[in-house]
Protein backbone atom coordinates (compact mmCIF):
# COMPACT_ATOMS: atom_id res chain seq x y z
CA UNK A 1 0.00 0.00 0.00
CA UNK A 2 0.93 3.25 -1.01
CA UNK A 3 0.38 6.62 0.35
CA UNK A 4 0.51 9.66 -1.23
CA UNK A 5 0.18 13.58 0.30
CA UNK A 6 0.20 16.54 -2.22
CA UNK A 7 1.36 20.10 -1.01
CA UNK A 8 1.77 23.64 -2.35
CA UNK A 9 -1.20 24.41 -3.95
CA UNK A 10 -2.54 27.94 -3.48
CA UNK A 11 -3.33 31.25 -5.05
CA UNK A 12 -1.31 32.58 -7.41
CA UNK A 13 -1.58 35.29 -10.13
CA UNK A 14 -1.19 34.65 -14.10
CA UNK A 15 2.37 34.60 -14.97
CA UNK A 16 3.32 33.37 -11.34
CA UNK A 17 5.30 29.78 -10.26
CA UNK A 18 3.89 27.24 -7.75
CA UNK A 19 5.95 24.31 -6.79
CA UNK A 20 3.83 21.48 -5.84
CA UNK A 21 5.18 18.09 -3.58
CA UNK A 22 3.77 14.68 -3.20
CA UNK A 23 5.67 12.70 -0.23
CA UNK A 24 4.95 8.98 -0.77
CA UNK A 25 5.02 6.54 1.58
CA UNK A 26 6.65 2.99 1.26
CA UNK A 27 10.01 1.20 0.07
CA UNK A 28 9.56 1.03 -3.08
CA UNK A 29 9.21 4.55 -3.92
CA UNK A 30 11.54 4.33 -6.75
CA UNK A 31 10.09 1.48 -8.47
CA UNK A 32 6.67 3.31 -9.14
CA UNK A 33 5.98 5.38 -12.06
CA UNK A 34 4.65 8.64 -10.59
CA UNK A 35 2.29 11.41 -12.21
CA UNK A 36 0.23 14.43 -11.78
CA UNK A 37 -3.61 15.05 -13.30
CA UNK A 38 -5.95 17.59 -12.05
CA UNK A 39 -9.47 18.23 -12.03
CA UNK A 40 -11.16 21.45 -12.83
CA UNK A 41 -14.71 22.41 -11.59
CA UNK A 42 -16.76 20.54 -13.54
CA UNK A 43 -14.78 18.97 -15.83
CA UNK A 44 -12.79 15.15 -16.05
CA UNK A 45 -9.81 14.74 -14.49
CA UNK A 46 -6.79 15.07 -17.06
CA UNK A 47 -3.44 13.89 -17.17
CA UNK A 48 -0.23 16.79 -16.53
CA UNK A 49 2.94 14.76 -16.77
CA UNK A 50 4.31 11.55 -15.80
CA UNK A 51 7.98 10.21 -14.70
CA UNK A 52 9.52 7.16 -15.00
CA UNK A 53 11.70 5.31 -12.46
CA UNK A 54 14.68 6.45 -14.45
CA UNK A 55 13.33 9.81 -14.79
CA UNK A 56 11.97 9.84 -18.36
CA UNK A 57 9.89 12.35 -18.83
CA UNK A 58 6.01 12.69 -20.57
CA UNK A 59 4.02 16.07 -20.65
CA UNK A 60 0.23 17.15 -21.86
CA UNK A 61 0.41 19.42 -24.41
CA UNK A 62 -1.12 22.37 -22.62
CA UNK A 63 1.74 22.31 -20.39
CA UNK A 64 4.74 21.53 -22.53
CA UNK A 65 7.46 23.85 -21.55
CA UNK A 66 5.78 25.35 -18.49
CA UNK A 67 5.75 23.18 -16.01
CA UNK A 68 8.61 19.94 -15.07
CA UNK A 69 7.72 17.39 -13.58
CA UNK A 70 10.85 15.72 -10.96
CA UNK A 71 11.56 13.10 -8.18
CA UNK A 72 13.75 12.44 -5.67
CA UNK A 73 13.59 8.92 -4.70
CA UNK A 74 15.81 9.10 -1.39
CA UNK A 75 13.12 11.24 0.01
CA UNK A 76 10.40 9.23 -1.80
CA UNK A 77 8.88 12.71 -3.20
CA UNK A 78 7.89 14.11 -6.51
CA UNK A 79 7.38 17.23 -7.86
CA UNK A 80 5.50 19.75 -10.40
CA UNK A 81 7.26 22.90 -10.90
CA UNK A 82 4.31 25.38 -12.68
CA UNK A 83 5.93 28.04 -14.06
CA UNK A 84 4.02 30.65 -16.75
CA UNK A 85 0.67 29.76 -14.72
CA UNK A 86 -2.66 30.36 -16.50
CA UNK A 87 -6.26 31.04 -15.25
CA UNK A 88 -6.87 27.76 -17.11
CA UNK A 89 -4.80 26.17 -15.37
CA UNK A 90 -6.89 26.44 -12.11
CA UNK A 91 -8.14 22.63 -10.82
CA UNK A 92 -7.29 20.40 -8.19
CA UNK A 93 -3.86 18.41 -8.52
CA UNK A 94 -3.90 14.93 -7.94
CA UNK A 95 -0.26 13.29 -7.30
CA UNK A 96 -0.57 9.49 -8.53
CA UNK A 97 1.51 6.33 -8.68
CA UNK A 98 1.88 3.09 -10.72
CA UNK A 99 3.81 0.12 -9.49
CA UNK A 100 4.05 -1.19 -12.92
CA UNK A 101 7.15 0.61 -14.23
CA UNK A 102 7.77 -1.66 -16.83
CA UNK A 103 4.96 0.58 -19.00
CA UNK A 104 6.71 3.06 -21.44
CA UNK A 105 6.20 6.03 -19.90
CA UNK A 106 4.46 8.26 -22.96
CA UNK A 107 1.31 5.74 -22.51
CA UNK A 108 0.95 6.71 -18.82
CA UNK A 109 -1.61 9.04 -19.71
CA UNK A 110 -5.21 7.57 -18.33
CA UNK A 111 -6.11 7.52 -14.81
CA UNK A 112 -6.82 4.25 -14.41
CA UNK A 113 -3.48 3.24 -15.31
CA UNK A 114 -2.42 4.38 -11.65
CA UNK A 115 -3.13 2.47 -8.50
CA UNK A 116 -2.58 4.93 -5.80
CA UNK A 117 -3.98 8.73 -5.63
CA UNK A 118 -3.43 11.51 -3.31
CA UNK A 119 -6.16 13.94 -2.16
CA UNK A 120 -5.67 16.78 -3.82
CA UNK A 121 -4.45 20.24 -3.60
CA UNK A 122 -6.00 23.32 -4.92
CA UNK A 123 -4.13 25.75 -7.39
CA UNK A 124 -5.79 28.25 -8.59
CA UNK A 125 -4.34 31.39 -10.72
CA UNK A 126 -6.06 34.53 -10.77
CA UNK A 127 -6.55 36.94 -13.87
Known amino acids: QVQLVESGGGLVQAGGSLRLSCAAS????????MGWFRQASGKEREFVAAISRSGGTYYADSVKGRFTISRHNAKNEVYLQMNSLKPEDTAVYYC?????????????????????WGQGTQVTVSS
Open 26 to 33: GRTFSNYV
Open 96 to 116: AADSDGSIPIWTMKRSYQYDY
